[in-house]
């Protein structure tokens, strides 16, 4: 039940992040001093594939960051 209001609650940031043009969820911080990314990062380790699953789809769509191409010749 704890990562379903996690990620309620972080799609609800990124919708007001969108409506708002923020640059960033505000929800963000809050969740991050809350030890959200280090309770996220345990959760990976978790027995159940479905957990496992769950925290990934989490990390991946509201913690990582677009990666840049760089260009292979400067």
């Known amino acids: 039940r704890g990562l379903e209001c ?3 609650a972080l799609n609800r940031g990124r ?8 640059k960033v969820n505000p929800f ?3 969740l991050a001093a809350g030890g959200i990314i280090h309770s996220l990062e345990k959760l990976q380790q ?3 594939n479905e ?3 769950k925290v990934s789809n989490i990390i991946d769509t509201y913690f990582m ?4 191409s760089e260009p292979l010749v400067k």
């Open 6 to 8: 996690t990620e309620s």
């Open 46 to 48: 978790h027995h159940s």
């Open 51 to 53: 957990v496992y699953q």
């Open 28 to 30: 963000y911080d809050d």
């Open 65 to 68: 960051e677009p990666m840049e």
């Open 15 to 22: 919708q007001i992040q969108e409506k708002e043009e923020m």
